[in-house]
């Protein structure tokens, strides 16, 4: 849609309030990010938006171990955006690549 038409409006999303930023989140998302804007960084013609996390919302039934708060993304069958103008992947094809632990420089 053109930056003058609101998706959520045009395809008649359902919001809910969010609980730290005023603008509303989608109502049957898996999980949300509320965000304060921290930059806007161009690269060529295509922006970088950095945002500082404030709270994060995430239904119960995603999350793998609710104590420590471990979310479990093959239940939520989660899609990514790759590369181009429209291309998409699913992410239900999961692997582990060991990696080495850096420390940070004092």
């Not at 992947?89 to 420390?103: G, H, P, Q, S």
Request: charged share 25%; with cysteine.
């Amino acid at each position: 849609f053109p930056e003058s038409i609101s998706e959520v409006s045009e395809l008649q999303l359902e919001t809910v309030p969010s609980a730290l930023i005023d603008v509303p989140r989608l109502a049957r998302v898996p999980a949300a990010l509320e965000c304060k804007l921290h930059s806007v960084q161009w690269i060529g013609n295509n922006r970088l938006i950095l945002g500082q996390v404030l709270g994060i919302f995430i239904r119960d039934e995603f999350l793998a171990d609710a104590e420590k708060l471990h979310v479990s993304s093959q239940k939520m069958q989660l899609v990514g955006r790759m590369g181009g103008s429209g291309g998409y992947t699913r992410t239900t094809d999961m692997m582990e690549i060991a990696r080495k632990r850096y420390r940070q420089a004092d």
